[in-house]
């Protein structure tokens, strides 16, 4: 089965780790990162958001049928991911800051 839009099979190789619920669970993902696996990432998605926005535009958030969902988790997943390229050199943590754990996010 398929995990994404037909059109967006290419990032298929994305929904092993990153498929995540929570964006505590993205979080904790980004950190047990290497900068050059952030870098792919990165690398992967930002081209594709235009079209990714696009395809997620024709539904309403309410009724994103399963394949539309996991394609908007990995927009988030650059959301996760890409200050850690434009702003932290790659880092997966934020340099010079707080230790990632005494950070959780409430939703």
């Given at each position: 089965?398929?995990?994404?839009?037909?059109?967006?099979?290419?990032?298929?190789?994305?929904?092993?780790?990153w498929?995540?619920?929570?964006?505590?669970?993205?979080?904790?993902?980004?950190?047990?990162?290497t900068p050059?696996?952030?870098q792919k990432i990165y690398d992967a998605l930002l081209p594709r958001m235009e079209a990714i926005c696009d395809y997620l535009d024709q539904y309403s958030l309410d009724s994103l049928p399963e394949p539309a969902q996991n394609l908007m988790t990995l927009a988030l997943v650059l959301m996760e991911v890409s200050p850690s390229i434009e702003?932290?050199?790659?880092?997966?943590?934020?340099p010079f800051g707080f230790e990632p754990e005494r950070w959780v996010v409430h939703c």
């Open positions: 089965m398929n995990k994404l839009p037909i059109e967006f099979s290419d990032l298929g190789w994305l929904t092993e780790k498929l995540l619920e929570t964006e505590n669970e993205r979080h904790r993902t980004r950190l047990a990162s050059d696996e952030l702003v932290f050199g790659g880092s997966p943590s934020v």
